[in-house]
């Protein structure tokens, strides 16, 4: 009987943190993302809203030649709907004026991982991604 209700416990404390693992407000993202970015480079020192404005509009050759940015399907006005290569609507990038944006971590894990490698051609940093998050969440 014990070993059961033992499991059961293991069982009900999995799903109460994965359900605080997709939880998450902007700032919760930032302090994730402030911890791994010390373990990243040492030297780090926070986060800056002008790199990640600078991150999400640099364009950058692609493998493919074609040159590409954030900013090419999501605007270069965060504020504003984007399109993707496949012309269906991105809900705007800027927290002030998408409310729902940066509060779902594994949501947010997910379209860094997917769009930095379409854009960048490699994963994103905890630096970049931070400053992303910073830039934007200073977008009024």
């Not at 399907?73 to 002030?96: E, F, W, Y």
């Amino acid at each position: 009987m014990r070993k059961s209700n033992f499991k059961h416990s293991l069982i009900v404390l999995g799903l109460l943190l994965n359900s605080h693992a997709f939880a998450a407000t902007p700032q919760e993202l930032l302090k994730h993302y402030e911890v791994q970015a010390k373990q990243e480079n040492t030297a780090f020192t926070g986060f800056s809203a002008d790199k990640g404005a600078n991150f999400f509009k640099t364009e950058r050759q692609h493998s493919d030649g074609k040159n590409v940015s954030c900013s090419t399907c999501h605007t270069a006005d965060p504020r504003n709907q984007g399109k993707t290569r496949a012309n269906k609507v991105i809900q705007a990038m800027a927290p002030s004026v998408n409310p729902e944006r940066f509060t779902d971590a594994a949501k947010v894990e997910k379209w860094f991982g997917r769009n930095c490698k379409d854009v960048l051609e490699r994963a994103c940093t905890a630096q970049e991604k931070g400053d992303f998050i910073q830039y934007l969440l200073s977008v009024k």
